[in-house]
């Protein structure tokens, strides 16, 4: 009779895989170990407030918001954040009459390089299925964001091959607000449709 493998064997089993993956990159001289390490750097330090950052930007720029919403993999760079080896970033422009809300359908698709890591609840399947399903309910009833009915509200994938980001409106009341004020206001929510950004 054959048992499932220990916890313990599991968990060593998975930084040995890893190595010799790493291993096999740098002998097909793919990469080299002080890339991954600048890599993983820089995933470690993705965090919303870069996201935030060029929000801010693009409501106070008239020409970074159109770069920003032509290119959001450059409107990154132009920030500062590394993009290369990431996925093609696009941006989506909430207004009075469209609101976006991203998903990743499949597993945990997210725009990583601007925004960090994905909220745990951004992974669950009860998030990805409702938010297809009932994504006016979902938003009301999770994050009280109410979506008036006149207002359409389109769900959007994320995938391996294309990132997407919410360019939220500027609320109102925030007039005169420099870019590091109005930066500190934008939550991570906010850039991926679940909330709204409040003055």
């Known amino acids: 009779m054959t048992t499932a493998p220990s916890t313990a064997i ?3 089993d998975g930084p040995r895989l890893l190595r010799a993956v790493r291993a096999l990159l740098e002998q097909k001289g793919l990469v080299n170990t002080q890339e991954l390490q600048e890599r ?6 993705a965090n919303p407030g870069q996201g935030a950052r060029m929000v801010a930007k693009a409501w106070t720029d008239p020409a970074y918001h159109a770069l920003m919403l032509a290119d959001g993999t450059k409107a990154a760079e132009a920030m500062g954040i590394p993009m290369r080896g990431m996925p093609p970033l696009g941006v989506l422009e909430n207004t009075p009459e469209l609101h976006h809300l991203v998903v990743c359908t499949l597993c945990s698709c997210y725009p990583r390089a601007v925004l ?9 399947a009860a998030f990805r299925a409702r938010a297809v399903r009932d994504p006016r309910g979902l938003l009301a009833s999770e ?8 207002v359409t509200l389109r769900v959007v994938d994320s995938t391996a091959d294309y990132r997407w980001m919410v360019l939220p409106m500027r609320p109102p009341g925030t007039e005169g607000w420099d870019e590091a004020r109005l930066a500190a206001m934008v939550r991570e929510g906010d850039m991926i449709g679940v909330t709204v950004p409040r003055a």
Do not use: C
């Open 116 to 124: 960090g890591y994905p909220p745990f609840w951004y992974k669950s």
């Open 10 to 12: 599991l968990e060593t």
């Open 40 to 45: 993983l750097a820089l995933t470690d330090s």
């Open 143 to 150: 994050w009280k964001t109410v979506i008036p009915d006149g």
